[in-house]
């Protein structure tokens, strides 16, 4: 932990060949080839703050400022459909480990879970008093994770959609939280220059590494779980050991501030997403910077890998979505892909390969890398811009007829959350409910119904208002005791 160490001497190459910038390949093994833009796709109106690949990578979402997400099919000729609901803008989207589910958070401070298929359903999760900044997915699709400026991380129920506990210790907005991949821990980055560990059995903060430099806008962890790389606004990229509790690498490779990371599975790179207007990949075996990567005009906000590595997406202010084809490492991932998946379900944590380099490493900006300037005036007959079909959803999750529709090839409602699965786990809730629905409401009761949810949201409000007023002087206590501090020191100093 603590200010980053000296560069020591640069490790060897773990028996993998490297290409120069997409050099002759060794016959032993396949050579590293440098990324290709796919496609650009362009459809929303503003920033895009968030992209997910589905399972199959058949599907990629995404979500923007102008308070939409955006389902694109990749194969065959690229078509687009566009998801409406939330009433402020979308903040992050991602799919279910499996593709039946999407989920998105918003400014207007609600969690969505969406089908995604034409009807548009969608679950809104409310429990947040301030605009929610982030939500993903357990790696079992069970549990989803959200953090928001009211300073609290969330924990929900997919199944039952409930709030099933909340995590306080932060005291700014928390940016990001993440599941491990065995869901047995929380990693969770805030504007208070922390990034925190959280145990989801016992619900207790277990570590936290401060950056005083400043503060990490995400934070993940890699594929085996043993390290957390975040992305701090100090323009620095950090490598964090969760076992050891301790600094293991340190980039300082990028001129603005880091906005995303995203790791390859198989563990071995890292890419990254700056408000400087690149990207860039980084060789965390070797502990040093491959690729720069340019196409965005203006900041990169996300950046992220399909789930077999093979491709991975960016989402910028420029409202551009940038498709590109990885082209490294294409054989000898998989396998340690596999590697980690059948470890992950028989083995206890801590497990899985570790990625220790030699020693840190400290980079700065006069590293060398292969920079990837893409062309955008080559003739693109998979259509760039895409015909999107505007989706409104339904609020709710009901039970849907079979659709048989060969742009958004997703299971129907019948075999999600909602699905019979569910109602035979609980008969006693569906014989209530069917009960509910049997009683007809009045005039004057469904009024009564409306005014006091109409209060209700009054109520909302003001403890939102309230809120932001309590961090407001939480923020200038603190700001009067650093000032007292300083005083007391310079007074002991003349002394």
């Given at each position: 932990m603590g200010g980053p160490r000296?560069?020591?001497?640069?490790?060897?190459?773990?028996?993998?060949?490297?290409?120069?910038?997409?050099?002759?390949?060794?016959?032993?093994?396949?050579?590293l080839e440098d990324p290709v833009l796919l496609r650009p796709l362009r459809g929303h109106r503003a920033a895009v703050t968030g992209v997910s690949f589905s399972a199959d990578t058949a599907g990629l979402a995404t979500s923007s400022l102008d308070r939409s997400l955006m389902i694109w099919k990749l194969k065959k000729q690229c078509r687009a459909y566009k998801f409406v609901g939330h009433e402020e803008a979308v903040t992050s989207v991602q799919f279910s480990p499996e593709g039946r589910l999407l989920a998105s958070s918003s400014q207007d401070r609600t969690v969505r879970l969406w089908i995604p298929c034409i009807h548009g359903e969608s679950s809104v999760l409310k429990g947040h008093t301030a605009s929610v900044r982030s939500v993903s997915f357990s790696h079992d699709g069970q549990f989803l994770v959200s953090a928001s400026n009211d300073k609290s991380i969330k924990i929900w129920s997919v199944h039952r959609?409930?709030?099933?506990?909340?995590?306080?210790?932060?005291?700014?907005?928390?940016?990001?939280?993440?599941?491990?991949?065995?869901?047995?821990?929380?990693a969770s980055c805030s504007e208070d220059k922390s990034v925190k560990i959280w145990d989801t059995t016992n619900k207790t903060c277990i570590d936290s590494f401060i950056d005083y430099g400043g503060f990490a806008n995400f934070a993940d962890f890699n594929p085996s779980g043993t390290c957390i790389a975040s992305a701090g606004s100090n323009h620095t990229v950090k490598l964090w050991d969760i076992r050891m509790n301790k600094l293991l690498q340190h980039y300082r490779v990028h001129r603005a501030g880091?906005?995303?990371?995203?790791?390859?599975?198989?563990?071995?790179?890292?890419?990254?997403?700056?408000?400087?207007?690149?990207?860039?990949?980084?060789?965390?075996?070797?502990?040093?910077?491959?690729?720069?990567?340019?196409?965005?005009?203006?900041?990169?906000?996300?950046?992220?890998?399909?789930?077999?590595?093979?491709?991975?997406?960016?989402?910028?202010?420029?409202?551009?979505?940038?498709?590109?084809k990885t082209n490294f490492d294409s054989f000898d991932y998989k396998e340690v892909l596999k590697h980690h998946i059948r470890r992950i379900h028989t083995d206890d944590p801590p497990h899985l390969l570790?990625?220790?380099?030699?020693?840190?490493?400290?980079?700065?900006?006069?590293?060398?890398?292969?920079?990837?300037?893409?062309?955008?005036?080559?003739?693109?007959?998979?259509?760039?811009?895409?015909?999107?079909?505007?989706?409104?959803?339904?609020?709710?999750?009901?039970?849907?007829?079979?659709?048989?529709?060969?742009?958004?090839?997703?299971?129907?409602?019948?075999?999600?959350?909602?699905?019979?699965?569910?109602?035979?786990?609980?008969?006693?809730?569906?014989?209530?409910?069917?009960?509910?629905?049997?009683?007809?409401?009045?005039?004057?009761?469904?009024?009564?119904?409306?005014?006091i949810v109409e209060q209700l949201d009054v109520l909302t409000l003001t403890i939102s208002i309230l809120e932001q007023r309590l961090t407001l002087t939480e923020d200038k206590l603190k700001e009067c005791l650093e000032n007292q501090q300083k005083i007391l020191l310079q007074g002991r100093q003349e002394e």
């Open positions: 000296d560069a020591g001497p640069e490790p060897a190459a773990l028996g993998r060949p490297r290409g120069g910038g997409g050099g002759p390949a060794a016959p032993m093994a396949s050579a959609q409930r709030l099933l506990f909340s995590l306080f210790q932060h005291t700014h907005w928390v940016r990001c939280a993440k599941f491990s991949p065995d869901g047995r821990l929380i880091v906005n995303c990371v995203s790791f390859h599975p198989s563990g071995n790179y890292l890419i990254t997403a700056s408000s400087d207007g690149t990207l860039k990949i980084l060789d965390l075996l070797e502990g040093r910077l491959i690729y720069t990567l340019h196409g965005h005009k203006g900041p990169v906000l996300f950046v992220a890998f399909s789930k077999g590595g093979e491709k991975f997406a960016s989402g910028g202010a420029d409202g551009q979505v940038l498709l590109w570790d990625i220790y380099p030699r020693s840190p490493h400290l980079h700065d900006e006069k590293l060398q890398s292969v920079e990837v300037n893409p062309t955008f005036d080559v003739t693109d007959t998979q259509t760039p811009d895409p015909p999107v079909v505007e989706i409104t959803s339904s609020l709710a999750f009901g039970t849907l007829d079979d659709v048989s529709h060969e742009d958004l090839q997703y299971p129907p409602a019948s075999v999600l959350a909602t699905s019979s699965k569910r109602k035979s786990e609980d008969e006693s809730e569906s014989a209530m409910h069917n009960v509910d629905k049997q009683i007809d409401i009045s005039p004057s009761l469904g009024n009564a119904l409306e005014n």
